[in-house]
């Protein structure tokens, strides 16, 4: 039986609602119950106000729980808030060597570290400033760039990696990877879905201070959308959704195929995007659509469509993959958003869509040549049935 790393057994956390005795009760967590096998990495996803943050400061020691007991084996870093563990009128250096004594390391070890440290943050210059002076950003760099070289057993990530630029995410992402592989135990939030299923080899999902799901990431990630659609399609919410085609987007995902362990793909670089769906039922007339965004996720940047030449595709149950090949992505370097849909073709209508957090990161590479336009092809690969190849070519608009 392998060795847990963490082990959270019924955790509760309640908050009171204001400063009396007779303030409200809020409970943040409800009888939440996870193991964590040594050299594991878990995602932990869900809405605003689930209860994520609040796990991982427990889990951190920032706070004790209600209820219940959290044990931990071995060494831990977290990264859950901008600064958090600096002392702010020690200089960067100074907190390098705080941090790493606080994890039993000694000061030779630590100083064989550090060149590495300062190089991965980019604050050289400002290694021996005291860190209150220091921006969110150099914080945020400053602090991942310990968490994650010190080579704790087991190392806790909270969205706040959000506040780097996107060059610096997809260089984070890719040093999770990196730990993951060498045996580190990892935990993270992130609305990044597809860093979750790249990253990790569990799921949680968290609703309302409750386990909704755990499991594979990709079944977890499918959850998690189909309760947003669920949401969206309840009563008296602000967006409909027609469903009545039977199909429902489950999944999307990227990787670079030439880097299949990168979680960021690169400039010039190719690009393959499965889109998942299931059917209840035969449709005929069915086109699935690819949206890129630029970071701001509102302005479209680019569409491809397995439709751009008139054609048809006919989805049967249970369901199957649309797969969307880019032998050269003309992106420049930053972040991005995908999202999809599924549109019946008679009816000019859509019968599924997808907007899951799903972020691509890319970085530099290979130039494209100031291409406008993303030549793709797509393949329609059905549960129990053949597939098809396309070329097909789609016009990118200018940003803004």
């Known amino acids: 039986m392998s060795t847990l790393d963490i082990s959270v057994q019924h955790v509760g956390k309640e908050y009171r609602l204001g400063a009396s005795r007779r303030a409200s009760a809020f409970w943040a967590l409800r009888d939440v119950s996870l193991d964590v096998p040594r050299g594991s990495s878990v995602g932990i996803i869900g809405r605003n106000g689930a209860g994520k943050s609040t796990l991982f400061k427990l889990l951190a020691g920032i706070t004790a729980p209600t209820t219940g007991r959290i044990v931990l084996n071995g060494h831990l870093a977290a990264l859950i808030e901008v600064g958090s563990g600096f002392h702010p009128e020690l200089t960067g250096r100074e907190n390098v060597f705080l941090s790493g004594s606080l994890l039993g390391m000694t000061r030779r070890e630590i100083a064989g570290k550090l060149d590495r440290i300062v190089e991965f943050a980019g604050v050289r210059q400002f290694i021996d400033t005291p860190v209150k002076w220091y921006s969110s950003g150099m914080y945020v760099r400053l602090g ?103 199909v429902t987007l489950t999944n999307l995902s990227m990787h670079d195929p030439d880097a299949p362990d990168s979680v960021s793909c690169r400039t010039g670089g190719p690009l393959l995007v499965s889109l998942k769906y299931e059917a209840t039922r035969r449709s005929p007339a069915i086109e699935f659509e690819l949206r890129i965004y630029a970071a701001d996720g509102k302005t479209r940047l680019a569409t491809l469509r397995t ?94």
Not at 367 to 386: L, V
């Open 144 to 246: 991942f760039a310990i968490a994650a070289h010190l080579e704790p057993h087991i190392l806790l990530v909270d969205e706040v990696l959000a506040v780097g630029d996107a060059e610096f995410q997809a260089r984070c992402l890719q040093r999770i990877q990196e730990l993951r592989v060498q045996g580190t135990t990892c935990l993270f939030i992130s609305h990044d879905l597809t860093a979750i299923e790249r990253l990790c080899n569990r799921a949680v999902l968290l609703e309302r201070g409750e386990i909704a799901a755990a499991g594979a990431p990709a079944d977890v990630v499918a959850t998690y959308h189909r309760r947003i659609i669920a949401d969206a399609n309840a009563p008296g919410a602000p967006v409909a959704v027609a469903l009545k085609s039977g």
């Open 307 to 400: 439709g751009e030449r008139g054609d048809e595709i006919s989805v049967d149950a249970p369901g199957g993959t649309i797969e969307f090949a880019v032998a050269t992505l003309p992106l420049g370097v930053g972040m991005y958003y995908l999202g999809a849909l599924a549109r019946d073709i008679v009816t000019n209508t859509t019968v599924a869509w997808w907007d899951g957090e799903t972020r691509l990161h890319v970085q530099d590479g290979p130039r494209s040549g100031g291409q406008r336009e993303i030549p793709h092809t797509w393949r329609h690969i059905q549960a129990d049935a053949g597939d098809r190849t396309l070329a097909a070519s789609v016009r990118i608009s200018p940003p803004g």
